[in-house]
């Protein structure tokens, strides 16, 4: 049995968790043709055991029950395999979970829209299915977690046993912790680990990762916290640790973010410095996402989606279609 990883969300914590129960109920469209798989549920900024009980996953009319287990905090749990109706064109997974300190919004592109009894959806992390095929991390910020180049994308991928996992999340730092104070507000979010904690947790909970494609900086650079010396260091270090465990690495060029709030022409200059030691020191494992999206220092304006950071459909369609043929 050959355990792979074909879809999976990052998490972040929450600061003050709900005491209270959550059903998490989540519709995926079907991800490939498979006849069976298993979910890896983490537990990965929470510092209390989390309970998950009454897990079902259904597909047509084959419905899989798990019975109750916990995650310590830091720790992952693999389930037992199991059982899917091949012909399902969506799989429903459902399950209670308590408490919510460690979990991910519901928004994905593989989700079917559903009302649900929480917002918060705690504990699962990824989905494997006993599949040769090969896993590939999409690890970044805000730009990856959208969703808009990684969807394009995961969808030629899959047709080939690629998957593609989008495991951005929205403020998070190469160069630290994207949160340091943890305030009582409920709403306030833990938008992740530094980008070495969050590559070395992507390859100890996927499986058969074949690539780890690495975007990250846009929010170093704006909160003025970026420099190149920094830069190369940090990326360097993940590159190493990339090759000391046998996976190839994916770099890409900062994207241009003139106009977003924070952002100046020194900021900028630093930007341009560092695509240019991109472009010249790592030409065979570089995408230029900026050359793809940028004219005159500024996201064009068709791919903008309108703060002048963050890629529209348009935008994303364009880098995706423009590094499709990377991966055959």
Excluded at 26 to 44: G, M
Excluded at 154 to 172: A, D, E, M, P
Aim: proline share 2%.
């Amino acid at each position: 049995m050959v355990w792979t990883t074909i879809w999976s969300h990052a998490q972040r914590g929450i600061a003050n968790y709900s005491e209270g129960n959550g059903t998490v109920d989540l519709s995926f469209k079907q991800i490939l043709p498979v006849e069976q798989i298993r979910l890896v549920f983490a537990n990965e900024y929470g510092h209390q055991r989390q309970l998950i009980e009454a897990l079902t996953v259904q597909s047509n009319e084959l419905i899989e029950q798990i019975g109750a287990f916990s995650v310590d905090p830091g720790k992952y749990h693999y389930t037992p395999a199991i059982l899917i109706d091949s012909e399902a064109a969506k799989w429903k997974i459902k399950f209670e979970a308590k408490p919510m300190e460690s979990g991910y919004a519901f928004n994905d592109a593989d989700f079917l829209p559903i009302k649900g009894h929480t917002d918060f959806c705690t504990g699962l992390l990824a989905i494997e299915a006993d599949i040769e095929g090969e896993c590939l991390i999409a690890l970044g910020d805000s730009l990856t977690e959208g969703a808009t180049w990684t969807a394009p994308l995961q969808r030629k991928l899959r047709l080939n046993n690629l998957f593609l996992v989008n495991q951005g999340i929205n403020g998070s730092f190469l160069l630290k912790d994207s949160s340091d104070d943890q305030s009582t507000d409920k709403n306030q979010l833990f938008y992740g680990h530094d980008s070495f904690t969050r590559l070395k947790r992507c390859l100890e909970s996927h499986h058969n990762v074949k690539k780890v494609i690495i975007f990250f900086g846009a929010n170093d650079l704006i909160h003025g916290e970026l420099d190149l010396k920094h830069f190369q260091l940090a990326v360097q270090r993940l590159i190493d640790y990339c090759v000391e465990r046998g996976v190839d690495y994916q770099l890409c060029t900062l994207t241009p973010c003139l106009g977003y709030p924070g952002m100046d022409t020194t900021k900028e200059t630093v930007r341009q410095t560092i695509n240019q030691w991109l472009r010249e020191n790592n030409e065979q494992k570089l995408w230029d996402f900026a050359a793809i999206v940028e004219e005159n220092g500024r996201l064009i304006s068709n791919c903008d989606s309108g703060d002048h950071l963050h890629f529209n459909a348009i935008g994303g369609l364009m880098i995706a279609r423009q590094i499709v043929s990377d991966f055959f």
